[in-house]
């Protein structure tokens, strides 16, 4: 397991320097820059020319790179231009990263109570009037766009009923001590109640906007494993020898049925990091999707580098993480 | 068994439910606590993010908006209008060549940290500004735009020194006369600042690392005289809190706090107002106006303070070097119907490039009229019955001056198309190419929308931008033959000392550049508003967006 371990840690290592190139090279690649989102309409050839030269983008591309290799190495990844021009983007990003954890957690965690009782019960009484609707509901969480989504969630929820904030991630004037950056959690741990209250509920709408699809497909998945599952003829022999229907759901039904189920959960983890761009600069919630929005369009090119990389590291992680409970559900992977 | 299996979904939901309900009262009491008592917070929802609070290296509206609360310059700018008028100076007077300029100071102003403010302030401020580092330099934008260069390179620059000839008396001496001096001190980049904490904060210690600046400690923790003081900016909430500041030299402020809450997406904005957990904001979509109004917010329009123009570039098209081609395109374009279809209401045709405030406006030039017909006469007579235009618009962008481009954009074509002129569409986003095409030398488009807001009332400010730099702007008009006499007069106006005789020289050159050179298409100037809730009272709408938020009050207090 170990050697498993450091060997895909090793890979990662590699993968990240791939990407680190193909970033590099395709955001310079871009039309545009920071310079034109830095000098708006007052830009002429000749300002625009200072600013390169002053942010060395006028040197070659190999030159910047090797450049940029160097300072990365000791761990400087460059300050903002525009998203907080002069902060270290390393430290935007961590300090965004809790926010974007705290909602894609939130997001799975529906997604996940709701889809795989769900797809287990749907799957149970195939045919029933419960498995018509979940799947219907299903198809249009994937085919409903999430800013429709998030649009009729803030009318009806936030605007209309006002039962719901609208957007933001804590109410003004509600005076929270930050220890993680995690606003629940902090609430929770500093005992603030009213402010992990307020941070909950925040969370609510983004939440349920962000966890329709990754919902949608743990649902289908988990509804399509049982199903297989259910015919097996261990389920069979296990009924037949009258185990109580506990023990067959429990120890034979959802254990097996549970593996892809985790698999694809993993990766919608990468769906969630994606859907939260979206979600985020919907509900003006301030996460690294919603900085990676803003570094996108002004061009902040040591902000989308540090975010994409990062993505890609935390993506790479989770991955790991879902080959080790892999091989701790199906004890078969182990001795592989 | 069996009924807890059936029941566990249907519980699940309910218990969801049941959640969302009891969240529903928690958060209504909440806010009913919280706007309602005192009255003392003003909230408001800015569409960015500031970037930094150190005016002088800012160059965007957002970060001037928080600034702007709590800086002021020598020089004001009397709220509703662009008129300059005093500040922490009450009187300044020139010499006769308009180089030497003596500030007489208020004596009773202090900087939120209690440093006292005096000439001595002053001058140190114009040094600050003056001698800056290689980065400070790139930085300092506004500076640089107003006064060409800085420390190093003193003989380009405007500004030559300053001297405090008495405890409350400074003077400025600049190298040579300009109508923009001393209007450009009304400038938010210009603001004083307390001398005390620039050296504290070390604020002239900028570095250039990696791709962009590291600014020092200052930028975040900003010191001036204005009626607020910067509390914190919460990064995690995007909130920036100001309060009231006691020891202000003027009337005080009628909140005891300001809040901006960023909201980047425009129908956030208004579900936020509508909500009530904002009270107004910025930038509110046109289309949306009579609607909120409507619902018991006021739409303050600002008078317009901008100009769109159709750019062209006789360098992607030499076509356009005859100034009867350029006449067709302007006859072609029906601009009283755009505004009544695209622009938000008070939208006015332009006759020039400057709004009719700006002092140089001609009154006696008349809009172009509407009229195809004349149009494909001229484009005959100039033989370009087959002339084909790569017309290009920016995308992923709305400006106070254009809210919808690819909608304007649309109905310019309509009307082109009509008379004959065949289009290329070009487009890019914003900052993802249009500009770098635009001010790429030569320019990459032949025709395109652009526009201005202006930073302070000159005449200069708005067609000195455009045509004054011979070498390097957008309309290419190096390539046409009176390019230089018209760059030459506007500088030759902008340094006349005496301002009848400046004013009659602008107004001039505006009709020269209408009649006889036509270097571009002026379209229009539209108002940009803003729209409060019910609850606040007091807001001055400034053509300038420098609206300034002491005077406002929330729930009647």
């Avoid at chain 1, 990407?19 to 625009?48: D, H, I, N």
């Avoid at chain 2, 009891?22 to 806010?31: I, L, N, V």
């Avoid at chain 2, 150190?54 to 160059?59: E, I, S, V």
Wanted: with cysteine.
């Amino acid at each position: 397991m170990v050697r498993f371990i450091v060997r895909r840690l090793i890979q990662m290592v590699g993968v990240i320097f791939v990407l680190s190139l193909l970033l590099f090279l395709w955001l310079r690649s871009l039309p545009g820059g920071p310079v034109s989102a830095m000098l708006g309409e007052r830009q002429t050839e000749a300002r625009r020319e200072a600013l390169e030269a002053a942010l060395g983008l006028d040197q070659p591309l190999p030159v910047q790179y090797l450049r940029f290799l160097q300072r990365a190495a000791q761990g400087d990844f460059g300050v903002s231009t525009k998203v907080l021009p002069g902060q270290d983007a390393l430290d935007i990003f961590l300090a965004r990263l809790p926010a974007t954890i705290e909602l894609s957690f939130f997001a799975l965690l529906i997604a996940v109570s709701l889809g795989i009782p769900l797809g287990y019960f749907a799957a149970k009484r195939r045919g029933s009037a419960l498995d018509t609707g979940s799947i219907i509901f299903s198809m249009v969480g994937i085919a409903v766009p999430v800013f429709f989504t998030a649009f009729l969630l803030k009318y009806f929820f936030a605007v209309q009923w006002q039962l719901l904030p609208v957007s933001g991630r804590s109410s003004t004037g509600i005076d929270a001590t930050q220890v993680t950056g995690f606003f629940v959690l902090d609430g929770i741990l500093t005992r603030e109640w009213d402010a992990a209250w307020d941070a909950f509920l925040h969370l609510i709408l983004p939440a349920v906007a962000l966890s329709t699809i990754p919902f949608a497909v743990i649902f289908r998945i988990t509804r399509a494993s049982v199903l297989e599952v259910l015919e097996e003829d261990y389920v069979r022999t296990a009924e037949a020898k009258g185990l109580t229907t506990r023990v067959i759901r429990a120890r034979h039904v959802l254990r097996n049925a549970m593996l892809p189920v985790v698999t694809i959960t993993g990766l919608q983890v990468g769906a969630l990091l994606a859907g939260a761009v979206l979600t985020e600069t919907v509900f003006s919630f301030r996460g690294v999707g919603d900085a990676l929005a803003t570094a996108f369009r002004d061009r902040d090119y040591p902000v989308l580098q540090v975010i994409i990389m990062g993505a890609a590291v935390i993506y790479v992680l989770v991955n790991l993480l879902v080959d080790i409970s892999y091989a701790i559900i199906d004890p078969r992977v182990r001795t592989r | 068994m069996r009924s807890i299996k059936r029941a566990a979904p249907v519980a699940m939901v309910a218990a969801l439910a049941l959640g969302i309900t009891s969240c529903a009262e928690s958060e209504r009491s909440d806010d009913g606590g919280g706007s309602g008592e005192g009255g003392g917070t003003f909230i408001f929802g800015a569409a960015g993010a500031p970037e930094m609070f150190d005016p002088f290296y800012a160059t965007d509206g957002e970060t001037f908006r928080v600034t702007r609360q709590m800086f002021e310059g020598l020089l004001g700018i009397e709220p509703g209008s662009a008129e300059v008028v005093p500040e922490l100076a009450t009187e300044w007077t020139s010499n006769e060549e308009g180089t030497e300029w003596t500030f007489t100071l208020r004596d009773d102003v202090k900087f939120h940290d209690g440093t006292d403010f005096n000439a001595e302030a002053v001058c140190a401020n114009f040094e600050r500004m003056f001698d800056q580092n290689e980065a400070g330099r790139t930085a300092g934008e506004y500076w640089g735009y107003v006064m060409g260069s800085f420390a190093n390179d003193a003989e380009n620059s405007l500004y030559q020194g300053c001297e405090a000839t008495d405890e409350f008396e400074a003077t400025v001496t600049i190298n040579s006369a300009t109508s923009g001096f001393p209007t450009m001190l009304t400038l938010e980049s210009l603001s004083m600042q307390s001398p005390t904490a620039l050296e504290e904060g070390d604020a002239n210690g900028i570095e250039a690392q990696g791709e962009g600046f590291a600014f020092p400690d200052y930028a975040q923790n900003p010191v001036g005289t204005g009626p607020f003081q910067f509390v914190e900016y919460d990064e995690a909430n995007a909130e920036v809190t100001l309060e009231r500041f006691d020891d202000y030299w003027g009337e005080a402020a009628k909140v005891e706090e300001i809040v901006f809450r960023v909201i980047p997406d425009e129908s956030t904005r208004r579900q936020e107002l509508e909500a009530g957990s904002i009270m107004g904001y910025d930038l509110p979509n046109p289309v949306d106006w009579a609607a909120l109004e409507e619902s018991g917010n006021s739409v303050e329009v600002r008078p317009a303070f901008n100009i769109l123009y159709l750019g062209l570039n006789p360098e992607a098209n030499p076509a356009l070097k005859d100034l009867k081609v350029r006449q067709a395109i302007y006859h072609a374009i029906d601009r009283e119907q755009l505004i009544q279809t695209q622009l938000p209401e008070g939208a006015e045709v332009a006759t020039q490039f400057m709004p009719s405030t700006v002092s140089g406006y001609n009154t006696g030039l008349e809009p172009y009229a509407y009229d195809p017909d004349q149009a494909k006469q001229l484009l005959q007579e100039a033989g370009a019955q087959n002339l084909t235009l790569n017309f290009a618009f920016p995308t992923e962008v709305t400006r106070p001056y254009m809210p919808d481009p690819q909608k304007i954009y649309e109905a310019i074509r309509t009307n082109l198309e009509a008379v004959g002129i065949k289009i290329k569409v070009s487009s890019a986003a914003w900052t993802g190419g249009y500009l770098d095409n635009v001010s790429a030398e030569p320019g990459k488009y032949d025709a395109y929308l652009l526009g201005w807001t202006g930073d302070y009332d000159s005449a200069f400010n708005f067609i000195g931008t455009f045509f004054g730099n011979l070498k390097d702007n957008d309309f290419g008009t190096d390539t046409m033959p009176w390019g230089k006499q018209l760059a030459d007069d506007l500088k030759a106006a902008d340094a006349i000392v005496d301002e009848a005789e400046r004013t009659a020289a602008f107004e001039e050159i505006n009709r020269a550049i209408m009649e006889d050179y036509l270097p571009g298409l002026p379209i229009s100037h539209s108002p940009p508003a803003l729209v409060v809730g019910p609850e606040v009272e007091g807001l001055i709408p400034s053509p300038l967006t420098a609206e300034e938020f002491d005077t406002v009050s929330v729930g009647g207090e």
